[in-house]
């Protein structure tokens, strides 16, 4: 097995790892914590609680699905980008595309599958300084998708800024004309 397959294997092996660690984590907070009951909260530090919310919509709240119909094709919809990831992932050659695909595929599948389970994501990560959050509250799944976006967007740039350095020719040196 060559070295490209071996990372695209660690890929997977690294959206299934995280797409566990994310249903356990919600596991925890929903059935050991009980934060799917009143009052819903369980203070950490200071600036991070755990705080149970339904998600209903995608990212940032927005599609909300508000019927079964919708719900279904928030699901649908979700799972054809997951597949996409996943292409794209198996076709990928550089190591740390793969890593950032696979980051965004654990995720998807996590919240994939609460949509599929419960009709919402389960989000709980409650990030705040006083009364200022600034972000909406997440889970794991959220912040790999987010962390794999940036990856992939990081190396897209930076990449294209090499490849785009190496690809013009370099200026030459003038010769010294002779007296």
């Not at 369980?42 to 339904?54: G, I, K, Q, V």
């Not at 927005?62 to 996943?86: D, H, K, N, Q, Y």
């Not at 389960?122 to 794999?148: E, M, Q, S, V």
Request: aromatic share 12%; glycine share 8%.
């Amino acid at each position: 097995m060559d070295r490209v397959w071996k990372n695209r294997l660690l890929g997977l092996a690294l959206a299934a790892l995280i797409c566990a660690l994310d249903q356990w984590v919600k596991w925890i907070v929903r059935v050991q914590l009980e934060l799917n009951q009143p009052p819903g909260v369980y203070e950490l530090l200071p600036f991070f609680d755990l705080r149970w919310t339904r998600n209903f919509g995608i990212s940032l709240g927005m599609f909300e699905a508000t019927s079964p119909e919708m719900r279904w094709g928030l699901v649908a919809g979700t799972a054809l980008i997951a597949v996409v990831v996943l292409v794209w992932m198996l076709r990928e050659r550089a190591r740390g595309d793969i890593f950032g695909l696979a980051l965004i595929l654990g995720g998807a599948l996590g919240n994939i599958y609460d949509r599929y389970e419960w009709g919402y994501v389960i989000d709980y990560a409650d990030l705040h300084f006083g009364a200022f959050r600034p972000f909406l509250i997440f889970n794991i799944a959220d912040a790999a998708i987010t962390i794999g976006v940036l990856i992939i967007l990081a190396r897209s740039f930076f990449l294209s800024e090499k490849t785009s350095a190496k690809s013009e020719p370099e200026p030459s040196e003038p010769t010294p004309t002779e007296s």
